[in-house]
């Protein structure tokens, strides 16, 4: 099954295809409500969910070449990452891929 290899931080991980719906370029994030930040996309205003805290990776100020990845399980949120691509194989349905000798784990979402 296809998968975008995602970055945060150091952490880098899989997120299947089928999955997302859309990656953006970083655009401006509101200051941070309590719940965390919200964005408007084409028309629709998206829960921002930082995946650094996911990895224990340290936070940091949004950038131009950071990506929002809009996803669609169990309901539509945009993920906030460092970078993303390239796409590879990864088998369908394993916690786990292996890129250039590294175990990196595969985020699949019910």
């Known amino acids: 099954m296809p ?3 995602c970055r945060s931080g150091q952490a880098r991980f899989y997120l299947p295809l089928s ?3 859309r990656v953006y370029p970083m655009v401006h994030l509101p200051a941070a409500r309590q719940e ?4 408007h996309l084409r028309g629709e205003t998206l ?3 930082d995946t650094r ?5 340290p936070p940091a100020e949004p ?3 950071q990506r929002l990845i809009v996803v669609t399980r169990p309901r539509r ?3 906030w990452v460092d970078e993303v ?3 590879a194989d990864v088998p369908d349905g394993a916690p786990h891929a292996v890129l250039d000798g590294q175990v990196l784990p595969v985020v699949w979402r019910p």
């Open 3 to 5: 998968a975008l290899l």
């Open 19 to 21: 999955q997302i719906e």
């Open 36 to 39: 965390g930040p919200r964005v």
């Open 47 to 49: 829960d921002v969910q």
């Open 53 to 57: 805290g996911w990895w224990a990776q």
């Open 63 to 65: 950038e131009a070449a």
């Open 77 to 79: 949120e945009a993920w």
């Open 85 to 87: 691509g390239p796409v």
